[in-house]
């Protein structure tokens, strides 16, 4: 669907054929400014919509809502170009530019990036109480660069003021330059990273990547006349149009009849049906859906990925049952066999394991990448194939290790002891080349990391008692990243080179503009926040309580730290090994058997909260494509392929119309994701 085409032919002198390289088209200056123009536009956007309006969630999915219905208005004008002044239309490679600059710096503005960091920074001051003792505790251990002047912090919790006071401005500059720079190296090096996995899953492993196939589609040849005229686009289209929108009247107007499809709805909790009777009732949540985005995702899965995905969260249901039958969640029962069957800590084991087997896997590119960056002169053919890739290899490994020891001795500056920042950043990076392995294979409309993230994992082995005072601040001071990875940047690092090979980009200038990208959302994901809070006040009831809320975390487990502090835990690091145990497993299946259907990522999904509202959807979009491919082969998979792009497509146009439309009325209308 996204192949590049065939290698056009040149004459030699000699009269000989000989194939030439598709030329690569590097990003134009109208692409950059217009790109670069709108990253602070949309982080507004963003913030406004997420934490004011409290609409739909824009920036906290794979497949970046509000990304594509500006790449959706694009592409509409881009058409009305081609038509009355075909000189001035954009390329497909420029809209995939201005697509890229958006995906890989809104999130910055989300959930687990600045929402979180910016309420942390500030909570200390006003919901440190008598009762807490946050600030009597913590505050002579934490450096002051690291949060504002706390004389300037209460109107940014009540409101009614302005951030674009030079007090405000000069109280907020050294955590707004300090944590900006720390963001743009920790996401540089996920970069560095993506460059020396993309030849191994790209080239040789052919994974799918389906979060790339709606914008590559929606915008080739800078938008496709044929696309926006097929019948079977418009039908998937319509049908999340009439359902969100009939969703949405009912949200503002009771009386408006609407079609459940999401597990908010009372009608589609099946959870009363099982918590009265043992030992069903260890079931616990369970909820049906049927969102159209993700019925059309899955059909872009392969077959065992999309079936693992819902059989193995299934699966963590049938460990509890079982369990629960055997008494381990009787009232008398041990917190460590109430535990039983560890599936967060299995989560946490097979995130850890995938990634080590993975770049395991990949030891030959691995040792090419050292050969590469280590030799001084390169050969014509090893210069030919690194052309176009986002960075020489050199420069990436560089970068990684530049971006290590800046983040290690960061880590020192804030308090930890020398190998304490060592082994938190590589267990973060191995969680996040597992997430961004999960997306390249599953594409799942969003995705958390394992219940056991890298902080815990840290403090499980032999406690917190190894732990100074001193280290455990500054390691909780890095906890607002680690709690929720649904805008982490590295998956989308990769898909963009993914993008960029499909559109025939230069792979450098995509790598340029990801990182211009990512300074710009620093600092605007800052002035944005700020300019919304100092408004509308942090603490007041006109913003969302849980983004504020989430600011304590990391005070909240520290204090808990501190208070409480725990003993090696045999058990649950048990539970680690045996979610690498099984993830080895899996992986050695499946190249020894053809036709295995148990795919390692969906039993590493299926201990972390991702599948609590997609399993079902995901169930259905892979029956319909099983269906397909089994009784129509491939060629009726190709012919419905813009029937289910229009199911994706009309899920996110429509989310985001009335996202806008509760932004510039003030009305909280109808969150059509996640719920």
């Not at 492993?205 to 079977?232: C, H, M, N, V």
């Not at 069957?341 to 850890?352: H, K, L, R």
């Amino acid at each position: 669907m996204s192949s590049s085409s065939p290698e056009k032919q040149s004459r030699d002198t000699d009269g000989s054929q000989s194939p030439t390289r598709p030329q690569i088209v590097g990003i134009t200056p109208r692409a950059f400014v217009i790109g670069l123009l709108l990253v602070p536009v949309m982080c507004f956007w963003n913030e406004y919509t997420e934490v004011v309006a409290q609409a739909t969630d824009l920036a906290a999915m794979s497949l970046i809502i509000a990304v594509v219905f500006a790449l959706f208005v694009l592409v509409t004008l881009n058409l009305l170009l081609k038509r009355f002044a075909p000189r001035w239309a954009f390329s497909q490679a420029e809209l995939m530019y201005i697509y890229i600059m958006q995906t890989c710096s809104i999130g910055i503005s989300g959930i687990g990036m600045a929402q979180f960091l910016v309420t942390f920074t500030g909570n200390i001051f006003y919901y440190g109480t008598p009762e807490n003792r946050w600030q009597e505790t913590f505050l002579p251990a934490v450096r002051p660069w690291l949060l504002p002047d706390p004389e300037i912090v209460r109107p940014f919790y009540v409101g009614q003021s302005t951030f674009w006071k030079a007090e405000h401005i000069q109280g907020w500059l050294a955590p707004i330059l300090v944590w900006s720079l720390y963001i743009t190296v920790l996401l540089g090096v996920m970069l560095c990273i993506t460059v020396i996995l993309r030849r191994q899953w790209m080239d040789r492993e052919r994974l799918a990547f389906p979060i790339t196939q709606l914008p590559l589609e929606l915008a080739r040849d800078g938008g496709s006349e044929k696309f926006f005229r097929s019948r079977q686009m418009w039908v998937g289209f319509l049908i999340p149009v009439v359902l969100e929108s009939l969703a949405s009247l009912n949200y503002l107007y009771p009386n408006v009849p609407f079609f459940p499809i999401k597990p908010s709805d009372p009608r589609l909790n099946l959870t009363p049906l099982f918590e009265a009777s043992p030992p069903w009732n260890g079931i616990g949540s369970l909820q049906l859906s049927f969102y159209p985005l993700v019925i059309g995702l899955t059909y872009f899965l392969p077959l065992d990925v999309a079936f693992s995905l819902w059989f193995f969260y299934l699966f963590t249901k049938v460990q509890n049952v079982v369990v629960t039958a055997l008494g381990y969640r009787d009232p008398g029962a041990s917190l460590a066999m109430s535990r039983m069957p560890y599936i967060g800590e299995q989560s946490a084991g097979a995130f850890v394991g995938l990634a080590l087997f993975v770049l395991y896997g990949m030891r030959a590119q691995l040792r090419e990448v050292f050969r590469r960056a280590l030799q001084r002169r390169q050969t014509h053919d090893e210069m030919e194939s690194a052309a176009n890739e986002a960075m020489p290899y050199r420069t990436a490994l560089l970068g990684m290790i530049a971006g290590g020891i800046f983040l290690v001795g960061f880590g020192m500056a804030i308090g930890m002891a020398w190998w304490v920042p060592i082994v938190f950043f590589a267990l973060f990076y191995l969680y996040v080349i597992t997430f961004t392995r999960i997306r390249a294979e599953a594409g799942l409309p969003w995705g958390f990391g394992p219940y056991m993230n890298a902080h815990d994992l840290m403090k499980t082995p032999a406690g917190t008692s190894v732990y100074t005072f001193q280290t455990q601040v500054g390691l909780h001071m890095l906890l607002w990243h680690d709690l929720d990875f649904r805008t982490t940047m590295m998956p989308n690092h990769l898909e963009a080179q993914k993008i960029g090979i499909e559109s025939r980009m230069n792979l450098r200038h995509v790598a340029i503009v990801i990182l211009i990208a990512t300074v710009v959302a620093c600092l605007s994901s800052w002035a944005a926040l700020l300019t919304i809070y100092y408004d509308y006040g942090a603490a007041s009831a006109k913003v969302n309580s849980w983004r504020t809320s989430m600011g304590n975390e990391p005070w909240r487990v520290l204090k808990d730290v501190v208070d409480n502090p725990s003993k090696p835990d045999p058990a649950r690091m048990q539970g680690v090994l045996v979610g690498m145990i099984v993830t080895a497993f899996l992986l050695v299946m499946r190249q020894r058997f053809v036709g295995w259907p148990f795919h390692p990522t969906g039993y590493a999904i299926a201990g972390t909260f991702t599948m609590e509202w997609l399993w079902c959807a995901t169930l259905v979009g892979w029956l319909i494509k099983w269906l397909i491919v089994r009784y129509g082969g491939m060629a009726a998979y190709r012919r419905y392929i813009p029937f289910f792009i229009g199911l994706i497509l009309g899920d996110y146009i429509t989310g985001s119309v009335w996202a806008i439309y509760g932004s510039v009325t003030g009305v909280q209308t109808y969150r059509a994701f996640p719920i």
